[in-house]
């Protein structure tokens, strides 16, 4: 659960933002969405893995986008908080 939920999109941001094309380009220009959990925010029970993972990622988001903030970075980091979703992932 980690490796998907937290370190997959560590890695793929740390890529993103190691590209000369970002590290060159006027503040702003770039925009990094994601899409997180509101199990970064509340837990429940029988879902202690995902809502670690998912509170790992919201503080890796909050001081990423700190960084990016106060370095005058290039991109906007803006991360999404859905609700519950009946998925399917429960199932079986």
């Known amino acids: 659960t980690m490796d998907i939920n ?3 999109y560590v890695h793929l941001s740390m890529l993103f933002l190691k590209q000369k094309e970002v590290k ?3 503040r702003g ?3 990094l969405a994601s899409v997180c959990s509101i199990a970064g925010h509340m837990s429940c029970s029988r879902n202690t ?3 670690a993972s998912k509170f790992a990622y919201l503080g890796f ?3 990423l986008r700190q960084e990016l903030n106060a ?3 290039p991109v906007v ?3 999404f908080y859905p609700y519950y979703i009946k998925t399917g992932l429960f199932e079986g």
């Open 6 to 8: 937290l370190h997959s």
């Open 24 to 26: 060159d380009s006027a």
């Open 29 to 31: 220009r770039f925009h």
């Open 49 to 51: 893995d995902y809502s």
């Open 61 to 63: 988001a909050d001081a």
């Open 71 to 73: 370095a005058s970075s």
């Open 77 to 79: 980091l803006t991360t």
